[in-house]
């Protein structure tokens, strides 16, 4: 029982299950190959390096609050307007500001069961109420999102690709949800993994809320651009939305190491290009290989699979998992997301996607 003689968190703050980031070691491993959080193999592009580089010669000055420089890289490359486009500490950050801009206690926020955590995190932490809808075969459902509506809906998150599954909804399912919310509920498309995105049904966002007042799109440069180290992420909205946003977000919430190497980053197009190659040719190779071993796997979009274990074989997620560990490559135990009997493996180098076939081959087969 909690003293009342100190400070009490507000109502819903102590229902929030803290995040839990993908596990980087693996004790006893003489080496390592981190596949649990979804980065990048082939590292930021050298020009991010040299502008951060750049940058570090002047730590003493505060970062341009505005974000100036990021912001017109980002909008000259995807051909938007600067004042549209709003930048911050990783998208994880936008996801909190937009719950705490457009949600207050009684209100409702909802998200797909497997969607990503920090999305109920958001809510709850705003002292709103999470209403978790279910998807069908692993992938949004935007009648079941629809039929979830109320008078208390506030703000749809949508995950698109989403993680853990990699699945994703066709532009025209993404408009027909859109069509179903009355004006004042804001959509959140969440395209954290757009750039990895080969797909001519697809789109990350960016005409939704070019037509439309209650569209917002987020992106990070955590993934495809490899500065998930420097925490940046990017919001284009509508002008009210980037209005409302700014005036709760901290001044300099994006530092000048990360709007050097953003600005960067986003226009060494041929680096982004050998990415989405990589990701392409060894995504279907992982899954191919593993699905002989009678693994089943997700179909995914972005830079990482979801491999379901035998329900019955006695060969469960869980031991794989020591089994891969102890031999140095850490996936992503996904039960949190409700898949206790799957882990996630982003694509890796050559060498750890290969050694983790052989390492899986061995385990189901030994």
Not at 34 to 59: I, R, Y
Not at 85 to 110: F, H, R, V
Not at 288 to 316: A, C, D, M, W, Y
Request: with cysteine.
């Amino acid at each position: 029982m909690h003293s009342p003689n100190r400070p009490q968190p507000k109502p819903g703050i102590m229902d929030i299950a803290a995040y839990v980031p993908g596990r980087e070691s693996a004790p006893g491993a003489a080496k390592v190959w981190k596949l649990s959080s979804n980065e990048t193999p082939l590292g930021p592009s050298p020009a991010a390096l040299e502008a951060v580089q750049a940058a570090s010669g002047h730590l003493e000055a505060y970062p341009d609050g505005a974000a100036a420089r990021l912001r017109e890289a980002i909008a000259e490359v995807h051909g938007l307007n600067p004042g549209n486009i709003l930048c911050s500490n990783g998208s994880d950050e936008l996801l909190g500001l937009l719950a705490q801009t457009y949600l207050k206690p009684g209100d409702e926020g909802i998200f797909t069961e497997h969607g990503f955590l920090v999305y109920r995190i958001q809510i709850l932490a705003a002292g709103a109420t999470p209403v978790v809808v279910k998807e069908k075969d692993e992938r949004a459902d935007v009648d079941a999102i629809l039929a979830a509506m109320t008078e208390r809906t506030r703000i749809v998150f949508l995950a698109n690709p989403n993680n853990p599954t990699g699945t994703y909804l066709p532009v025209e399912e993404v408009r027909r949800l859109h069509a179903g919310l009355p004006g004042h509920v804001l959509l959140v498309l969440d395209a954290a993994y757009a750039e990895y995105v080969r797909r001519n049904d697809y789109e990350a966002g960016i005409e939704l809320v070019s037509s439309f007042e209650n569209v917002v799109m987020t992106r990070t440069f955590s993934k495809i651009y490899g500065l998930a180290g420097l925490r940046i992420g990017w919001m284009y909205a509508p002008a009210h939305v980037v209005d409302a946003v700014n005036r709760v977000r901290g001044p300099f919430n994006v530092n000048a190491l990360a709007i050097a190497a953003g600005a960067a980053a986003i226009r060494d197009r041929a680096h982004v290009e050998r990415a989405a190659a990589h990701n392409e040719a060894w995504r279907a190779w992982l899954n191919e290989e593993l699905t002989k071993l009678g693994l089943r796997v997700t179909p995914s979009i972005g830079n990482f699979l979801l491999v379901h274990f035998p329900q019955n074989g006695g060969k469960t997620a869980e031991d794989a998992d020591a089994f891969l560990v102890a031999r140095g490559f850490v996936l992503r135990r996904v039960t949190a997301y409700g898949f206790p009997n799957a882990l996630r493996m982003s694509v890796g180098t050559e060498e750890a996607n290969r050694g983790v076939v052989a390492a899986l081959s061995k385990f189901l087969n030994g």
